[in-house]
C-alpha cells in the first residue's frame, strides 16, 4: 500500500509509544510527536501600551519582559486556524522550511529588490547591492555569503531578507 507520508505523520522513530499533549485550540489529546509545535514570543504588554508605559517610566531604556511559550496544535486545529497550509502529493515531499516571513525594519526582501529569494548555496540571495543572482565576485570561501563584515555591499549579504 501506498504511504502518503516518510514519516508517516509522527517523528516517532524507534518509540514504541509518545506521552501526548492538548491542543491549544481544540483541547483534544494529540501524541507530542504527531502535534505542530510553535514557540510564541510576545510582549506582556500590547503595542499600545507599551508607548504609555515607556514615557511613565523612571528607568531609561528599560526592556520589558516578554511571554515565552510552548504552543501545540492538533493537525485538524492547525488546519483549520491556518497554522500550517494543505500542500499537494509533489509539494509535500520538500523538506525544506518555509520562507520566513518579512517584518519591518531588516530591510531586503521584496520592497528591497530582493524578490524575496531566500538562501541559495553558492547564489547570492539576491538582497539589496548582493548584484542580484550573481553572488560575490570576492567570496573566497564559495560559501554564497560575501567577504564579511568589511563588506559594503549595503542589505542582503547573501540572505536575501
Known sequence: M????RNNGRNK?????VKRVRCETSAAMVPKD???KRFVV???VDASALRDLTEASALEGYALPKMYRKVFYSVSAAIHSRIVRVRSSKDRKNR????RPFF???GGGPAFGGGGGGFRPGGGGGGFGSGGDAGFASD???TGFGPGPSDAGGFGGGFGF
Open 2 to 5: 501506498t504511504k502518503k507520508r
Open 13 to 17: 522513530h524507534g518509540r514504541g509509544r
Open 34 to 36: 504527531k502535534a505542530i
Open 42 to 44: 510576545r510582549n506582556i
Open 96 to 99: 525544506e522550511p518555509p520562507q
Open 104 to 106: 519591518r525594519g531588516g
Open 140 to 142: 573566497p570561501t564559495g
